[in-house]
């Protein structure tokens, strides 16, 4: 299993272009998140999903957008890149079952926007 | 709302010193406490977890004990090795609201000398 992958790696933006990061998961988990992480601070969620076809939104979800058509794949699109949007990005998937319950998360994408 | 605290980093150690990062947590019901791991250039991995009070989550020679009565769950680690030079994060989640939401400290830095 690949777990969960994420491209690109690195991208830099200009202000007001937009871009999708991509995240895709094989562990036939239902449940995705999409986190940023600031320089020397905690991951804030800014959306998460329960299953194909259902979002919701986290802490911080302004200027992000989601979708979850399949199982596996959970983009998140930022439409008009903003300088505060500098940041590393998380996607993660996890199973739920009783008291068992772990995050798995991807490499991270680091965005610049400048 | 619920939160974790974390002590700051970053934390300097030499090779085979005892290792004790604080964390304390507050919350309306009854969460799962877990630690993460992000190793350098790596997203979070699971390191341990509990999920009810006075359990002991262990793992790779790391431990910490779910304390309700002070709601703490310090990590701690007898004898550290460089390779344990990461960023641990303290997170929380309850499973019984379904566990969408994890909240995460803001981390501790880790440097291990040899």
């Known amino acids: 299993n690949a777990g969960v992958t994420q491209t690109p790696k690195f991208r830099i933006l200009k202000i007001g272009q937009s871009m999708t990061l991509q995240c895709t998961q094989d562990?036939?988990?239902?449940?995705m998140y999409w986190y940023r992480q600031d320089p020397g601070m905690g991951l804030k969620l800014i959306y998460y999903?329960?299953?194909?076809?259902?979002?919701d939104k986290g802490e911080v979800p302004n200027g992000y957008n989601v979708s979850r058509s399949t199982t596996e794949d959970f983009p998140l699109r930022l439409e008009l890149a903003a300088p505060s949007q500098t940041s590393v990005y998380f996607c993660?998937?996890?199973?739920?079952?009783?008291?068992?319950?772990?995050?798995?998360f991807g490499p991270g994408t680091r965005l610049t926007v400048t | 709302g619920d939160s974790v605290t974390q002590m700051e980093g970053p934390v300097t150690l030499s090779e085979e010193a005892f290792l004790t990062i604080n964390c304390t947590y507050t919350?309306?019901?009854?969460?799962?406490l877990f630690w993460y791991v992000q190793y350098p250039g790596e997203g979070l991995q699971l390191l341990l977890k509990?999920?009810?009070?006075?359990d002991k989550g262990s793992n790779k020679g790391f431990e910490a004990t779910y304390r309700k009565e002070t709601t703490s769950f310090h990590l701690e680690k007898g004898s550290v090795q460089v390779s344990d030079s990461a960023v641990y994060f303290c997170?929380?989640?309850?499973?019984?609201?379904?566990?969408?939401?994890?909240?995460f400290g803001a981390g501790t830095r880790l440097f291990v000398k040899a």
């Open positions: 919350a309306t019901g009854y969460p799962s």
């Open positions: 999903s329960v299953g194909a076809g259902i979002t």
């Open positions: 562990m036939n988990h239902n449940y």
């Open positions: 993660a998937s996890s199973y739920f079952s009783g008291t068992n319950y772990e995050q798995y």
């Open positions: 509990a999920t009810k009070a006075d």
């Open positions: 997170a929380l989640s309850d499973l019984n609201t379904g566990g969408f939401k994890t909240i």
